[in-house]
């Protein structure tokens, strides 16, 4: 992808897409044509729930957070979207209010798509319906694994399991976990869906690698600073 604040070719970042890379090089540059590029600064909100749904937009550079939260101000992270992943394709498909906020994570750089652009290129285009079928499908999964989780697994086991997913999406194709994101624990804690903060720091702590050092909660978390597997197993066996 394109270095973030650099001027893109709009056509490339839309080839670069799960979504779209399969297109004649024709129809990316025609659809292209009717695309923007925006940039929100690190936390900035990108769109509310209830927020019309007017729009898909691909993440160029950065991370955008899907988050949900409750009359009394809890959160909870839904989703992390990087790098050639597109974001709010319900509102595009139905045009019904956005269903949940999108944050940014770091700067964050984005191509948007107006519906009103992107509907009539869908009906032309039937295979990109169904590769966008399949987008909706893997985040349905993904939803149903989060609703199990939650059921199924304790504070720690969820941690570790996010903390897995996270470190083999943020990888190097070696084999090599990178920093999972600029994620606190705070914000880790949202995406593990714990219940509370306290609640999960003691696993987290009793996790840690012997030389890893001492961890606050505004700092960023790597892979490297947490043992997820042994956690998982620890926390797994112990309910045996």
Partial sequence: MAALG?????????GATGL???????????LSLRTRIVRYRDRRTIFH???PGSSMLVVVGGHVRITSS???????????IGPGEVLGEIGLLDGEP???????????????????DFVPFLERHHDVCLRLMGVLCQRL?????????LVFLDHTARLAKTLLRLARAGGDGAGVPLVVGPLTQSELG????????????????????????GMHTSAPLTSRSFSPERSCLSSMTARR
């Fill in 20 to 30: 779209l890379r399969h297109l004649a090089p024709d129809a990316l540059r025609a």
């Fill in 49 to 51: 729930k209830g927020d």
């Fill in 141 to 149: 999964r993904q939803t149903t694994d989060q609703v199990e989780d």
């Fill in 70 to 80: 409750s009359a009394s101000n809890r959160g909870v992270t839904l989703n992390t």
């Fill in 98 to 116: 956005r269903s949940c906020d999108a944050v940014a994570s770091g700067g964050v750089e984005l191509l948007v798509l107006d519906r009103r």
């Fill in 6 to 14: 650099a001027t893109p070719d709009k056509a490339a970042l839309l």
């Fill in 190 to 213: 949202a995406v593990a869906v714990a219940a509370e903060l306290e609640d999960l720091l003691p696993g987290l702590a009793q996790s840690m690698e012997p030389a890893a050092p």
